[in-house]
Nanobody, 124 residues
Framework: QVHLVESGGGLVQAGDSLRLSCAASGLTFSFYHMGWFRQAPGKEREFVAAINWNAGNTEYTDSVKGRFTISRDNAKNTVYLQMNSLKAEDTAVYYC?????????????????WGQGTQVTVSS
């Protein structure tokens, strides 16, 4: 059974940093591309960032470029999202997800497995 478990969320002030982690089990992690999505109250789940299986390619939504960095450690079956210069509009539940599809496809339906999410709240 596949499990993706996010951690690292919390309440921070605008301008602060957080690093989210997502630990995977039950799948051959290095076979999967990994993504981060977020969902704010009353809004649809949106793509944030993705990284391919060997970290050779990454994708970011425009609103986080230059502030967020996605990375992975295949030896630890873990994907990370380093979030710097956080803004109030980054407030959301953040989800990690795994796919064997294209990381350039940013739609949630591309992804096969999902974590339960971790709350990130940024106060202004």
């Amino acid at each position: 059974q596949v499990h993706l478990v996010e951690s690292g969320g919390g309440l921070v002030q605008a301008g602060d940093s957080l690093r989210l982690s997502c630990a995977a089990s039950g799948l051959t992690f290095s076979f999967y591309h990994m993504g981060w999505f977020r969902q704010a109250p009353g809004k649809e789940r949106e793509f944030v960032a993705a990284i391919n299986w060997n970290a050779g390619n990454t994708e970011y939504t425009d609103s986080v470029k230059g502030r967020f960095t996605i990375s992975r450690d295949n030896a630890k079956n873990t994907v990370y999202l380093q979030m710097n210069s956080l803004k109030a509009e980054d407030t959301a539940v953040y989800y990690c997800a795994a796919t064997m599809g294209r990381i350039t496809s940013r739609h949630p339906t591309t992804y096969d497995y999902w974590g339960q999410g971790t709350q990130v709240t940024v106060s202004s």
